[in-house]
Structures are given as C-alpha cells and as structure tokens.
C-alpha cells in the first residue's frame, strides 16, 4: 500500500552491516585495479574471472561468490578480509604533505618523500639535497625505472660504468637494478627529484 505525503514516515532506518560490507566491495575491487593499472580484461585474465562478472561486481550490479571473490583477491595480491572489512573503501587520490618524512642520511644526501606509502602505488619519489663533495650509491635487485631530474647545481652519475654529467635542468633514466653511483662536483648543493618505479 502507498504511503500518503501527509504520513510521517519516522526515522531513517541504519542498514545491516553486512548490507555496508557487500556494497563496499566493488568499489574496492575497482580502486585496487585502477591503482595496478590494469584493464578489466588484464584482471579478468589474471583471476580467472570473466571481464563482464569483474564489470558487474565492481558496478555492485553482483555480489561476488566466494571462488570468485578468492580469485580476485589473489590476482589483486589483497587478503580476502580486505574486501570484506567493515571499513571504507581507500580514497583514490594521496596526498602527501610538504616536509613530511624528511631524512637525511650519513652520505650528505637529504631525502624528502613526495609519494605516497608504497603499497598503494607503483610510482616513488623524493625531493633530494645532495652536498656539495657529497657521493652515494644504489641499484640492486629490484625491478623497475629511476629517473632523476636535476633543478640545481651538477651531479655526475654513473650507471653501470657509464659517466654522466648533469646541470640544472637535466634529466638521466636507467633501470633500478643497475649499480649507480652519483657525487656531486660543484662548490653548491645540487637539488634534484628522484623518481623511482616500484616492480616490473
């Protein structure tokens, strides 16, 4: 029967909590894909899981089955009780404040975090003061890319036996698993961003 305008229609009733859980797990399906940069046919492929099913869950149009819901959360690298957890999806977006997780090491380098916590993004940064005379090296076994982009002063760079000058402005990328070693040369500090790609 149709409820009347002029009928009080009382206080909103709160829904189940497993109503909040279920409605909560699209979107966190989806936020994880985007941020692994993956299609829905990529995801679909890596989990076994037909693209339209992923595209139904994520829209909540579905409520995954349990296999399903295992097989993406391995694909995704998530536990299950990630996407089932009674808290809010993670915002898309970070930010990360000015000065925050500043560090300066024993090298004469100082080294200020410009991205977020790594286990959300692929993509790792950080503002970088290099003293004057100051040297330090890296590389190791890890995948991925490093690109450095000088704003002030010199640094030279060596990777993997080859030398490299660089003034303000310039930039130098090379794969993260080479052994790099950079010094600063000039009589002033050199300022540089050092961007770093987490994984293949």
């Known amino acids: 029967m149709a409820r009347s305008a002029a009928e ?3 206080p909103a009733e709160t829904p189940p909590v497993w109503e909040t859980v279920v409605d ?5 399906v989806r936020d994880l894909r985007q941020q692994a940069g993956l299609s829905l046919q990529q995801l679909a492929r890596r989990a076994d899981v037909s693209a339209a099913a992923i595209h139904k869950v994520e829209r909540g ?29 993670t915002a898309v977006a970070s930010v990360v404040a000015a000065g925050a ?7 004469g380098t100082t080294r200020t975090a ?3 916590a790594p286990e959300r993004f692929r993509l790792g940064g950080a503002a970088v003061v290099v003293d004057a005379g100051a040297e330090g090296t890296s590389g190791g076994p890890q995948a991925g890319e490093e690109l450095v982009h000088l704003l002030e002063g010199a640094l030279e760079v060596e990777v993997a036996g080859e030398r490299h000058v660089l003034g303000a402005g310039d930039t130098i990328q ?5 052994h790099t070693r950079w010094r600063n040369p ?12 987490r994984g293949s």
């Open 61 to 89: 149009d579905m409520v995954p089955t349990i296999t399903t819901l295992l097989k993406l959360a391995d694909a995704l690298e998530r536990p299950i009780a990630h996407f089932v957890g009674d808290e809010a999806p």
């Open 114 to 116: 410009i991205t977020a």
């Open 24 to 28: 909560a797990i699209g979107p966190k």
């Open 174 to 178: 090379f794969p993260a698993d080479r």
């Open 101 to 107: 997780g500043a560090e300066t090491t024993g090298d």
């Open 8 to 10: 009080p229609t009382g």
């Open 186 to 197: 000039g009589p002033a500090s050199a300022r540089a961003v050092w961007l770093t790609t």
